[in-house]
């Protein structure tokens, strides 16, 4: 691995990045510090198409061919909303289904390039099914930490990679840095939601919007929140580029989320600098329902710094989010259909103005999470082979 820092954009404090450190010493998240920039055309996966934003070598990425999403131009969505233009960037197209992969493949990189042989994660599922798939075609003992109250549904699909599964009672952001404090007893990588390498990986999808749209950068990203690493990620994918001389403007960010879990939008309406335990979460939305979010405080201060905002849509606006998407053909679990919701309710309010354009993210795919149909008026018809002209009338 080459030399690189983590920065504290909170504190200012640098860390050696060739060292295994998880977060600053004040409590804020670290970011990566790299001059690199570069495009290899010639690659779809961005552990090789995007390798010179990274310090890795090539033999310390273990690629499963993550990255190169579709970025889906939605006409009906901008004509609706009066929009000049409004995409979706398809995350579920990624190896297991999310946009996790991403981030887990530089966690995993970097884990290799300090010589671990364990990791682990904490997760409410998107995470745990990433980390086990590249966990196991990395070959590392891979340990997954997830709520006491995960579906039943979520837990085959991670069991099934062979890794050491633990379904655990307590409280979520407490499992976060337990386990932080024993992967540093024990000797296990824990690549959480806000690590450093994790929120690094996300840049990349910043990079192909703006190779997408041809380096142009749309007005607003709008970007389902959780832990704020992706949001994070994002944004710093953005300055990267403005950086490199690659796009000339930074984009406005709407940190979408959910009214049943929404800590970092009820910050901002406050006009707040600090997130604070959100009571009673409960949300359709489950993959965002993270009620202290570990970078809830930086994500207030970007939206501050880029004049962006932070929106949260009820749960009738979520269910018909799913069902919009799905009827373009895009099938997103609730939490990635938020963001068509918010950027409804934006424009609705006068945020978003007429003729702007707009990326959603969709952050992972509606199968993960199949609970939610119940949720829709889905209904089909049964015949016999003898009635079938009679139907297709």
Known sequence: MKKALFRCKTCGAEYDARKPVFRCSCGEPLDLVWDGSGIDHSQRCQAKRYSAFYPFEDEEWVPLGEGGTPLVEVKAFAAELGLADVRVKNESANPSWSFKDRGTAACVAHARALGYSRIGTVSTGNMAASVAAFGAAAGMETFILVKGDMAE???????????????????????????????????????????????????????????????????????????????????????????????????????????????????????????????????????????????????????????????????????????????????????????????????????????QSAVLIMTGSGLKYTAAFAAHRLNWLDCSLEELGEKLK
Request: hydrophobic share 40%; with cysteine.
């Open 153 to 355: 549904e979520k837990m085959a699909p991670v069991a099934i990679y062979g890794v050491k599964l633990l379904r655990v009672q307590g409280a979520y952001d407490m499992l976060y840095s337990e386990s932080l404090r024993l992967g540093e007893e024990r000797g296990i990588y824990f690549m959480n939601s806000d690590v450093p390498f994790r929120a690094a990986g996300s840049r990349t999808i910043s990079f192909e919007i703006a190779e997408d749209l041809g380096f142009s950068v749309p007005d607003w990203v709008v970007v389902p929140t959780s832990a704020g690493g992706n949001i994070r990620g994002i944004i710093n994918g953005f300055e990267d580029l403005l950086k490199a001389g690659m796009t000339d403007r930074m984009p406005r960010f709407l940190c979408a989320q959910a009214a049943g879990c929404s800590p970092i939008a009820t910050a901002f309406a406050a006009g707040a600098g600090k997130v604070t335990r959100f009571p009673s979460p409960h949300t359709i939305a489950h993959a965002i329902e993270n009620p202290f979010p570990p970078s809830g405080n930086r994500t207030l201060s970007e939206l501050r710094k880029y004049s962006s905002v932070a929106v949260s849509v009820s749960e009738e606006e979520i269910v018909k989010a799913q069902a919009d998407m799905a009827h373009r053909g895009l099938f997103g679990q609730p939490g990635s259909c938020v963001p068509l919701a918010c950027l409804r309710k934006a424009k609705a309010e006068g945020t978003v103005a007429e003729g």
